[in-house]
C-alpha cells in the first residue's frame, strides 16, 4: 500500500468513527439534556432556600412558621423564574439544607476565640534565644580583601563608607 491509500483508509475509519458517536450522543441527547435541567433545577432551588432562610432568620417568628414562610418565598420564585413540577421533598430538604448550613455557619463564628500568647515568666537563661553578634570591622575588612573585591561599609554615624 502506498501513503496516500493508507491516507484514504486514515480517513474512511475517522468517519465512520465520528458517524458512532453522532447517533450515540443523538440517542442519548434527551437523557443528557434532561439530566443537566435537573441539576440546574436543583442549583437554583438550593440558592432560593438559602436566600429564604437567611430572610426569615430575621422574623420574629416560630420555627414552623419561618418554614412555611421559606416554603412560599421559594415557590413564589420558582413560579417567577418559570420552574415547574419541583417536589414539596425537594424544597423541604433544601430548606433544611440551608438551615444547617445556616447554624453551622454560625457556630463555628461564636465558637472562635482570639487566642492570648502563653508567656512564661520564670525561663532559664539557657533556653532564652540570644541575639548573633555580627562580625566587628576586621573582621569584614579580612574577607573583604581575601575576595578582593570592594565592600561597603557602615560607621557608628549611620553613613555608607565604600573601602577598596
Known sequence: MTIKDWIYLG????SYIIAIIAGIYAKNKA???????????LDV????ATYAVHET????????QKRQAAVQIINQSLSWFGIKDVTPNTVNGAIEK???AMHLAN???QSVEPIQPEI???????NLVQPTV???KSERQNVANSANTTVAEQNTTGEVVKNG
Open 57 to 64: 432568620e430575621s422574623l420574629d417568628l416560630e420555627n414552623e
Open 134 to 136: 555580627a562580625p566587628d
Open 98 to 100: 440551608a438551615v444547617n
Open 120 to 126: 512564661a515568666t520564670n525561663v532559664p537563661t539557657n
Open 31 to 41: 437523557k443528557i439534556n434532561k439530566a443537566t435541567a435537573v441539576g440546574k433545577t
Open 45 to 48: 432551588v438550593g440558592q432560593l
Open 11 to 14: 480517513i474512511t475509519v475517522a
Open 107 to 109: 457556630s463555628d463564628y
